[in-house]
């Protein structure tokens, strides 16, 4: 199959051929875990959500598939898509530009699915139009998976919002979980014992879950070791996506391993243990030059978010980027470290991020309605909807109602829900 970079489309008319057919997509292509395609040996198992799946996809053109790591929800979706669409064309849009690639119609032609693997890649908070009108002409469906730590945080009910929390509110007419049920188990355990008991070299305890996996990775390591994938699970849980340098590591060590001239040295060899291809069917850490990235996988499973030093919170904040400075301070929110979280969403609002500005507008509204409804105004120029709903009730609270219904209005229009039971009450 030839490259499909964006590279290939730009300036182009692109006509519904020259994207690859959804039913020529490849499991690695779609985003499926390589562990999981080697472990299955091109085997699927129907799951009971796919009913739930096709019913959101025929009423909504839409949907999103929430679940733990390794619960199958890429390849559920792969399954059901080329089952509904198979001559349709596939189209997976890079990250840092979507929204302009989703909108422009030579890149995402009629009869395409659009495939949104992971929806935490995506945090423009502008792309909920860019979808949403593609999806009212009937001519393209979306598709959607989330892991569950993130989802939760997403959508959360508190008005502090995460950068794919109006993504995510988008799909809450058309969205499902996924877990293997143990009537799935048992079922699957007859027609593969392999994937329903893989052996350790494989996939220790694929079916049995989150938990189970997590333990396997933590019996195979030593004290040493678990305390660097804590570490970096704990990065991970921050918002952080981008790789943590050795010297990073080194600078924030003694708040886990204490101060002793060895600490150097029981860093490098457990950074070495936990990258070794040979040791465990799924590395725990992947090396780029002098940094390391978790594992997905792990990054989902190895949380102690009841462990996270000053350090780690101070070196966040000085390395996120405006995404991660936004979702960094949500967390910092949820933990009450308020300093940290007004800090991280400056940095955030200060780079023209507008869930950033809009957090900090609800977090200074508490002593400062003029500079909350400035950076509201600023984010509404970004086209945040979540934004307009804050400035609407705002002014309706100062009994501004045409100013407030107006807001309000536009929210609903630009697809953020939780905004019509407000207006109705207006």
């Given at each position: 199959?030839?490259?499909?970079?964006?590279?290939?489309?730009?300036?182009?008319?692109?006509?519904?051929?020259?994207?690859?057919?959804?039913?020529?997509?490849?499991?690695?292509?779609?985003?499926?875990?390589?562990i999981?395609?080697?472990?299955?040996?091109?085997?699927?198992?129907?799951?009971?959500?796919?009913?739930?799946?096709?019913?959101?996809?025929?009423?909504?053109?839409?949907?999103l598939?929430?679940?733990?790591?390794?619960?199958?929800?890429?390849?559920?979706l792969?399954?059901?898509?080329?089952?509904?669409?198979?001559s349709?064309?596939?189209?997976?849009?890079?990250?840092?530009?979507?929204?302009n690639?989703?909108?422009?119609?030579?890149?995402?032609?009629?009869?395409?699915?659009?495939?949104?693997?992971?929806?935490?890649?995506?945090?423009?908070?502008?792309?909920?139009?860019?979808?949403?009108?593609?999806?009212q002409?009937?001519?393209?469906?979306?598709?959607?998976?989330?892991?569950?730590?993130?989802?939760?945080?997403?959508?959360?009910?508190?008005?502090?919002?995460?950068?794919?929390?109006?993504?995510?509110?988008?799909?809450?007419?058309?969205?499902?979980?996924?877990?293997?049920?143990?009537?799935?188990?048992?079922?699957?355990?007859?027609?593969?014992p392999?994937?329903?008991?893989?052996?350790?070299?494989?996939?220790?305890?694929?079916?049995?879950?989150g938990q189970?996996?997590?333990e396997?990775?933590?019996?195979?390591?030593?004290?040493?070791?678990?305390?660097?994938?804590?570490?970096?699970?704990?990065?991970?849980?921050l918002?952080?996506?981008?790789?943590?340098k050795?010297?990073?590591?080194l600078?924030?060590a003694?708040?886990?391993?204490?101060?002793?001239?060895?600490?150097?040295s029981?860093i490098e060899?457990?950074?070495?243990?936990?990258?070794?291809?040979?040791?465990?069917?799924?590395?725990?850490l992947?090396?780029?030059?002098?940094?390391?990235?978790?594992?997905?996988?792990?990054?989902e499973?190895?949380?102690?978010?009841?462990?996270?030093?000053e350090?780690?919170?101070?070196?966040?904040?000085?390395?996120?980027?405006?995404?991660?400075?936004?979702?960094?301070?949500?967390?910092?929110?949820q933990?009450?470290?308020?300093?940290?979280?007004?800090?991280?969403?400056?940095?955030?609002?200060?780079?023209?991020?507008?869930?950033?500005?809009?957090?900090?507008?609800i977090?200074?509204?508490?002593?400062?309605?003029?500079?909350?409804?400035?950076?509201?105004?600023?984010?509404?120029?970004k086209?945040?909807?979540?934004?307009?709903a804050?400035?609407?009730?705002?002014?309706?609270?100062?009994?501004?109602?045409?100013?407030?219904?107006?807001?309000?209005?536009?929210?609903?229009?630009?697809?953020?829900?939780?905004?019509?039971?407000?207006?109705?009450?207006?």
């Amino acid at each position: 199959m030839p490259s499909h970079s964006l590279d290939l489309f730009m300036g182009e008319v692109i006509t519904h051929n020259e994207l690859p057919s959804v039913r020529d997509v490849k499991p690695d292509e779609a985003g499926v875990n390589p562990i999981v395609a080697k472990v299955s040996d091109g085997l699927y198992f129907n799951r009971g959500v796919e009913a739930r799946i096709r019913s959101c996809l025929n009423q909504n053109n839409r949907v999103l598939v929430i679940g733990d790591a390794m619960t199958g929800k890429t390849q559920t979706l792969l399954h059901v898509i080329k089952q509904l669409y198979p001559s349709w064309g596939f189209f997976k849009p890079s990250p840092p530009d979507a929204v302009n690639q989703i909108t422009d119609l030579k890149i995402v032609p009629a009869n395409t699915v659009i495939w949104l693997d992971n929806l935490a890649d995506y945090p423009q908070p502008e792309l909920v139009a860019a979808l949403n009108s593609r999806v009212q002409s009937k001519q393209c469906v979306v598709v959607a998976s989330l892991d569950s730590t993130t989802a939760n945080r997403a959508l959360t009910d508190s008005d502090i919002k995460d950068p794919i929390s109006s993504l995510a509110y988008w799909f809450h007419d058309c969205c499902t979980t996924l877990s293997w049920s143990g009537a799935e188990q048992h079922a699957l355990a007859k027609i593969s014992p392999k994937l329903a008991s893989a052996t350790k070299k494989d996939l220790p305890q694929y079916l049995a879950g989150g938990q189970q996996l997590s333990e396997f990775f933590f019996e195979e390591a030593n004290e040493d070791e678990e305390k660097i994938l804590t570490i970096f699970a704990n990065w991970h849980f921050l918002g952080m996506r981008r790789a943590l340098k050795t010297d990073q590591l080194l600078e924030i060590a003694p708040d886990y391993f204490g101060r002793d001239d060895s600490v150097a040295s029981r860093i490098e060899t457990a950074l070495a243990n936990l990258t070794d291809t040979q040791e465990f069917a799924i590395t725990p850490l992947v090396a780029q030059e002098d940094s390391y990235c978790i594992s997905k996988v792990l990054a989902e499973l190895a949380i102690d978010s009841d462990n996270i030093s000053e350090s780690l919170w101070l070196l966040a904040l000085g390395a996120a980027s405006p995404v991660e400075a936004t979702s960094l301070g949500l967390v910092a929110y949820q933990h009450d470290q308020e300093n940290i979280a007004y800090q991280a969403w400056l940095k955030a609002a200060t780079a023209d991020e507008g869930t950033a500005m809009t957090n900090l507008g609800i977090f200074m509204s508490q002593n400062d309605d003029h500079g909350a409804e400035q950076w509201w105004q600023q984010a509404i120029a970004k086209g945040n909807t979540i934004a307009m709903a804050q400035l609407g009730t705002a002014l309706f609270n100062r009994n501004d109602i045409s100013g407030a219904v107006y807001w309000l209005s536009q929210a609903v229009a630009d697809g953020w829900p939780q905004t019509r039971y407000q207006l109705s009450c207006r």
